[in-house]
């Protein structure tokens, strides 16, 4: 059993024998880039991250393969034990330790010492100056960048950020450590509303009260979607692995995951998770699945925290038990998917509230589902004529399949609906919206 323990406990020589792994991964041949020196294998992780983050920035927004949604703790179970793998390629004997924010939690904490990960940046820019990751050393140059103008250097801000000057308190795990059930509909945050109703269950409360505040307390490399760049990464998601466990250990009842199905393809339990966009090289062998990852020992690991005896092992039966119950109330959703900013924290969601995905102002009432509100089915030939010929839309061009959040050319108001998918000016000058069960409904535009 591999075990994993807090930073705070280890040795001189552990952490040398940490450090001393990781920059020898930084020297490993790319797996993704064969052949190319400007890459290492370390260097794969950090594009596996950054693709996995780019669908949400997309416009129209796309469900992204790791963050903002029930998969967050699965996904990044995988990154780790894959990342954890390479390092034992190199030294049999290391574990990634976690970094316990609630403890450790000042400027000056272990984690940053010099023999270790090094401490903050300095200069406007944040640059690490000290420690085996400094720029100085010449041995961590950063590769793979959100920008290409972005330093080849590690860059930290801690306590930088006016929104994060503290990092989560022993209180603040407490209340998320608390909340049940794993995670609630619609199972994607960019398809949640604001309110505090639709940000129900321990995932949501982990990935934006915890996890996104972290990430910009240390600020610098940790704020971009290439954040694996700097290796307080993997203690920093070792801790929410930890963070998972403990909660499936305080709530033996509930489902360590949800849901089984209903979410986006790869979100779901017995869904193979997505590393790679699918035709490109896979940044590892074989496929993973929620289903595969819920019990951390039974894949090999332990925490110094975990308790005594061995995680409950969950059988498919749960799931069917689950639907069983009232579990799945309806919940207060947005029309369309938000285009929410990388590591959003809950205080900012209500000014997200009533924006389209461009971030323009909605008038709540300016469309109008007709007749009383219920869809009704246009005709075969109607259905045919807008499904096979383009449909001129003013000042657009033509296309017969807009985006979700697609602006209405006549009134500028984003076409918005829960079961959007896709929307067109009809010649009637009435907005049509083909929904997700084949339905037709219409809209009146209120500026025709």
Not at 188 to 200: F, G, I, K, M, Y
């Amino acid at each position: 059993m591999n075990l994993r323990r807090n930073q705070n406990t280890l040795s001189a020589s552990d952490k040398q024998a940490f450090v001393s792994a990781v920059l020898a991964l930084k020297q490993k041949p790319s797996r993704l880039h064969p052949g190319d020196s400007n890459f290492s294998r370390y260097d794969d992780f950090v594009e596996v991250h950054l693709n996995a983050m780019m669908p949400p920035m997309m416009s129209p927004p796309q469900p992204g393969w790791a963050h903002q949604s029930c998969v967050f703790t699965a996904w990044h179970r995988v990154l780790l034990l894959e990342f954890e793998k390479e390092l034992q390629a190199i030294n049999a004997s290391i574990t990634i330790p976690y970094w316990d924010w609630t403890q450790d939690s000042s400027r000056n904490s272990s984690v940053w010492a010099a023999d270790f990960l090094g401490g903050n940046g300095t200069g406007t820019d944040g640059q690490v100056a000290d420690g085996p990751f400094a720029g100085a050393g010449g041995r961590w140059q950063i590769r793979i960048k959100d920008d290409p103008a972005d330093p080849d250097y590690l860059r930290r801000q801690l306590a930088t950020d006016a929104t994060a000057k503290n990092l989560p308190s022993p209180d603040d795990q407490s209340k998320v450590q608390e909340m049940t059930p794993y995670d609630t509909m619609p199972w994607e945050d960019a398809l949640r509303a604001s309110t505090p109703a639709a940000w129900q269950g321990f995932r949501p409360h982990l990935e934006v009260d915890l996890h996104n505040l972290v990430h910009r307390w240390v600020g610098g490399n940790m704020v971009d979607m290439t954040s694996p760049n700097d290796p307080v990464f993997w203690l920093h998601h070792c801790n929410c692995d930890r963070l998972w466990a403990m909660w499936q250990a305080r709530h033996p009842a509930e489902l360590p995951y949800l849901p089984d199905s209903g979410a986006a393809a790869g979100h779901n339990l017995n869904d193979a998770m997505v590393f790679h966009v699918p035709g490109t090289v896979a940044p590892w062998d074989g496929d993973y699945r929620p289903a595969d990852v819920l019990n951390h020992q039974a894949l090999g690991i332990s925490y110094d925290t975990d308790p005594p005896g061995e995680l409950a092992r969950f059988k498919p039966e749960a799931w069917e038990d689950w639907r069983t119950r009232v579990r799945m109330a309806a919940v207060a959703t947005q029309p369309f998917r938000h285009a929410l900013p990388m590591f959003v924290l809950s205080d900012e969601l209500p000014a997200l509230a009533g924006t389209n995905v461009k971030g323009i102002p909605l008038n709540p009432v300016a469309l109008k589902r007709i007749p009383d509100h219920k869809r009704f089915k246009f005709s075969k030939s109607e259905r045919a004529d807008f499904k096979s010929a383009a449909v001129p839309l003013p000042g657009r061009g033509t296309t017969a399949s807009p985006p979700i959040g697609y602006i209405c050319p006549v009134c500028t108001v984003s076409v918005t609906d829960q079961v959007l998918f896709s929307c067109g000016i009809a010649p009637s000058g009435k907005v049509l919206v083909q929904c997700r069960n084949g339905d037709w409904a219409t809209y009146v535009c209120p500026s025709p």
